[in-house]
Each structure stands twice: as C-alpha cells, then as structure tokens.
C-alpha cells in the first residue's frame, strides 16, 4: 500500500491561495494518475483534480482558470496550486493515487488536510 501525506492546508481569506502538497511514498512515476478530491460538510466528495503519468490534467468546472495540479517525479509529491480562493472552497482536501496492482486498479488515498476560506 502507498502512504500518502498532504499538508498546507489552513484558513484563508477570500482571494487567497495556498498550495497543498502531497507526498508519496512510493514512485509517483508508476502511478496512472494522482488527484485531489474535495468533500464538504453535508456534500459528497468530487473530483478537483487530476494528473495522469503523460501530464494530461483535468478539473471540475468549478475550479478552471483558478487551481492547477503539478507533479514532481523526482520528489514523488503532487501539488494543488490554489488562487483566488472562494468560501465554497472550503472543504477538507484528500490525495488520491490510482495504481494498476495485479488484481486491476486500487485507489490509495491521503489523511485529508483542511482548507477553509473565509474572511
């Protein structure tokens, strides 16, 4: 199993960023793809991101043009990269790792690091 270990989340005011990291323990290269998913209370966690191994990315509509999902092969860490921060993004924030095992796909996942936006 892959350990997964975000951090810098926190509070922010509207308009802010903050750039959340996730640190993987194993080859993030292998992986098929990295994420972020969201979930909110009373809210079912969604997609917010997502990289695969060849860089292609993709993001809800909500977040375009405001977050964006980098990778460091080297360093095994995935970011969120989080600009002009809006209350509806307040939400605890997992990683997520999708790997190809013998079996099929698993999904490994991360602790979860909270982001709340508010003024």
């Known amino acids: 199993q892959v350990q997964l270990v975000e951090s810098g989340g926190g509070l922010v005011q509207p308009g802010g960023s903050l750039r959340l990291s996730c640190a993987a323990s194993?080859?993030?290269?292998?992986?098929?793809?990295m994420g972020w998913f969201r979930q909110a209370p009373g809210k079912q966690r969604e997609l917010v991101a997502r990289?695969?191994?060849?860089?292609?990315?993709n993001y809800v509509d909500s977040v375009k043009g405001r977050f964006a999902i980098s990778r460091d092969n080297a360093k095994n860490t995935v970011y969120l990269q989080m600009n002009s921060l809006k209350p509806e993004d307040t939400a605890v924030y997992y990683c997520?790792?999708?790997?190809?095992?013998?079996?099929?796909?698993?999904?490994?996942w991360g602790q979860g690091t909270q982001v709340t936006v508010s003024s």
């Open positions: 997520n790792a999708v790997r190809k095992v013998v079996a099929g796909l698993t999904n490994d």
């Open positions: 194993g080859s993030i290269s292998s992986f098929l793809s």
């Open positions: 990289i695969t191994t060849g860089g292609s990315t």
